[in-house]
């Protein structure tokens, strides 16, 4: 039950929109601008992507009473742009996956609250993570992002990280 509290926790702190210009904050959460990482945001993305499968390896391998499987996914928003969002209770179906919204949407165009259903492809993966141990697998986007919170918190979030996101 803390494992799971902790990764929700965790992976409601950092949100991610695509939008060029502005940028809106959740209560109590920073949300970053996409353009603001530019090269280095689609790198992580593109590392993520391409470890994607060690994700889906150990989700299948079984998950533990308090465990959580996240997936960030970019959902089209309102602005013609993407919001990236944390989606949780992943699973396959069909020729993609469905889960359900981890945090409270911004401004999607086709997914207004917390908790509700999602269908996504893996194309619109852009961040995974998981617990392994005691410390958290994966969040390529989130490692990036940490530079842009205060230090503080930076730390308390990097002290939830393995050292590398992949085993």
């Known amino acids: 039950m803390i494992r799971h509290f902790l990764l929700a926790a965790f992976t409601g702190l950092l949100g991610l929109t695509a939008a060029a210009q502005t940028t809106v904050e959740r209560e ?16 992580a993305i593109a590392e993520a ?28 928003d309102n602005t013609g742009s993407f919001e990236h969002i944390w ?19 911004l401004n999607l165009r086709d997914y207004s609250r917390l908790g509700e259903p999602v269908k996504f492809t893996r194309d619109q993966v852009s961040d995974w993570g998981y ?21 503080d918190e930076a730390a308390g ?7 590398q996101p992949l085993p």
């Open 28 to 43: 109590g959460e920073p949300t970053v601008t996409y353009a603001e990482h530019g090269s280095a945001m689609e790198a």
């Open 87 to 105: 989606v949780d209770a992943v699973r396959a179906k069909g020729e993609g996956f469905a889960g359900i919204l981890a945090n409270q949407p």
């Open 131 to 151: 617990i392994d141990g005691d410390r958290l697998r994966g969040h390529f986007t989130t490692r990036l992002l940490l530079g842009n919170i205060p230090e």
């Open 49 to 76: 992507q391409a470890s994607f499968d060690h994700f889906l390896e150990a989700k299948a391998a079984g998950v533990a009473p308090g465990e959580s499987f996240t997936v960030k996914v970019g959902f089209a």
């Open 157 to 163: 979030i990097a002290a939830m990280l393995h050292d």
